[in-house]
C-alpha cells in the first residue's frame, strides 16, 4: 500500500508539471520558458536532439507538447543544424498525433521546420509558456494567409 501512495503521489506531481501550468511573467521569480539563445552555444546539440526526439514519442501530452515547444524553438535559435529526424517526427505527430492539440501544435512547429525564417521574429518574444509560445505562433501562421 506505500507503494501504491509513493507512486499515486509521484503521478499526481508529474502530472501537475505536465499539465502546463505556469508561472505568471510578472510573479515574482517569474522565469522564461525557453532558455537564452545565447545558451544554445554551450549545449550538446546532438544530445539534445536526441532528448526531443524521446520526448516526441513519449506517451505523455505534456511531454509531447512540450518537445514540440522546444523543437520548434531550437529550430528558430539554429536554423543551421540539421534536424531531420525531429521534422519527420513532427510531421507524423501532424496527421497521427494521440489528440488534436498535439496535431495542431505538430503542424505549427512543422512550418517551423520547413520555412524557418518565416518566424524569425517569434525569437523576439518572451514567453512564460508553451501556451504562450504556440499562441504566438498560431498568429504570425494565421497572419501569413
Do not use: W
Amino acid at each position: 500500500m506505500k507503494t501504491f501512495g509513493v507512486l499515486a503521489i509521484g503521478v499526481l506531481a508529474a502530472a501537475s508539471v505536465a499539465t502546463g501550468q505556469t508561472v505568471r511573467e510578472d510573479a515574482p521569480g517569474a522565469r522564461p520558458y525557453f532558455a537564452s539563445i545565447a545558451r544554445y552555444a554551450a549545449v550538446d546539440l546532438e544530445e539534445l536532439q536526441e532528448n526531443i526526439l524521446a520526448n516526441l514519442g513519449s506517451e505523455n501530452d505534456g511531454v509531447v507538447e512540450s518537445a514540440l515547444a522546444h523543437a520548434a524553438h531550437l529550430r528558430l535559435a539554429r536554423p543551421d543544424i540539421e534536424m531531420s529526424e525531429i521534422r519527420e517526427a513532427v510531421i507524423a505527430l501532424a496527421s497521427e498525433g494521440p489528440t488534436a492539440t498535439i496535431r495542431y501544435r505538430a503542424h505549427l512547429v512543422s512550418q517551423v521546420c520547413c520555412e524557418p525564417a518565416r518566424f524569425d521574429d517569434a525569437l523576439m518574444g518572451t514567453y512564460a509558456s508553451g501556451e504562450e509560445f504556440f499562441a504566438s505562433l498560431g498568429s504570425r501562421l494565421q497572419a501569413m494567409l
